[in-house]
């Protein structure tokens, strides 16, 4: 496995080993971490980051999120009993929707993540495409994010394929129509490039977590410098030490 | 040696990577007969109380909790389900009874601030109470990790060794004795969390 950065979810960059980097964004004071296999959805299996995760909890002491290829509670149930404390889904949850339903009865809301990526279509719409980005569907995010709570999801991962890695800002307007479409919280992702753009999905997205990947991988940003920058902003985020 | 109680629910990898991080014994208790021979035990807990509980009874290790922890006072720590099931009722998913250890039921959430989401996910800080073993050597107002949409409402008050606020104060810690339990994860709360569980495996009751 390797960790890779993308831009509009192709032109994959090898970044270096995930579990080293996880490493880092402990220590720079990451408030969680997400491991999505980008690859699983589009081959159709779980590629169960067992062995990234399981090297991950052995040194890493903080909330990890865990997704990518995800189809049955078995695999959920695998992924928490190896590290993960919640699980996300997307392309199965789109074709299965009742496994929204099955995981929150058997495992909590609070350990499902509904994962949504959108892109805007030829008719400029937003539509919820999956299979990594390869697929589009006619769902709408805002109306697949209602189902994903009503069927008992805990949180939304959100994120905005055409952004993805373009390092230009959130997509605001949905992610302040899907806060407001549902009660409960709303991480925000794709597009972060400057401090400010995570204080604007808090700010006027009311995004209730923002996550950034590219952003921290180029140039001199780390998570330590995010969140003096959020601090700032009076927005409540964990001190650290 | 702190046995970890494997029900089949909880994050049994990382409660035991972070108890061997800050230097414990750890087994794993597969089966009911494991937990007579450990010095401390560990009740985590990740999912619904239903499950929870249902699991607890049907592996057998209710009766073996009240012999060990009840009537040999071992030392327990409950982890966020672990620690609810520990309460007499829950009415998440309908009412169900638990191990009633508190006299305690567990309760939705309900923040006064409707910008404030369910479920209860991220950092927060807590108040502890001054002189509390398990928070020895933290500083005031400690960051800890939540991930919660239900929380164990205390009908007596000395139970209760630490609150968080979340739209309006919720359990966060309690102990009664040799009992000892966490609404928040001190495996996934960083160093803070890691203190909480060195001051756990120092205890002596």
Known sequence: ?241 | MIGIIDYGMGNILSVKNALEMIGAEVEICHNPQQVTNVEKIVLPGVGAFRDCINNLRSKKFVEVLEEEVIKKGKPILGICLGMQVMAKRSYEGGENNGLGWFDAEIVRLKPQDSSLRIPHIGWNNISFKKDIFLFRNIPESPDFYFVHSYFMECKVPDDVIATCDYGGNFTASVQKNNIVATQFHPEKSQDFGLTVLQNFSNWTF
């Open chain 1, 1 to 241: 496995m390797v960790l890779v950065t993308s831009v509009k979810f192709d032109n994959f960059n090898e970044i270096g080993d995930p579990v080293s980097q996880a490493k880092i964004y402990e220590a720079q004071a990451a408030d969680e971490l997400l491991f999505v296999d980008i690859d699983a959805s589009l081959e159709n299996r779980c590629s169960l980051l067992i062995d990234v995760i399981r090297s991950a909890a052995e040194e890493i002491f903080m909330p990890f999120t865990v997704g990518g290829g995800v189809r049955t509670i078995d695999d959920f149930r695998l992924l928490l009993l190896n590290g993960a404390d919640k699980v996300s889904i997307n392309t199965s949850a789109v074709k299965n929707p009742n496994l929204i339903n099955d995981a929150a009865n058997v495992f909590g809301a609070q350990c499902v993540v509904l994962s949504i990526d959108f892109k805007k279509t030829q008719d400029n719409t937003f539509k919820v495409w999956t299979n990594g980005g390869t697929v589009e569907t006619d769902l709408s995010p805002v109306e697949w994010a209602k189902e994903g709570e009503r069927r008992g999801a805990g949180e939304i991962l959100l994120t905005s394929i055409d952004r993805d890695g373009t390092r230009t800002g959130l997509e605001i307007e949905m992610i302040k129509d899907i806060v407001g479409a549902v009660t409960i919280p709303v991480i925000a992702s794709g597009g972060c490039g400057l401090a400010s753009h995570f204080v604007e999905g808090f700010i006027e997205g009311k995004a209730s977590a923002v996550g950034a990947g590219t952003y921290f991988c180029f140039k001199d940003e780390n998570p330590m410098q995010v969140r003096s920058q959020i601090k700032n902003a009076g927005i409540s985020i964990r001190l650290h030490k």
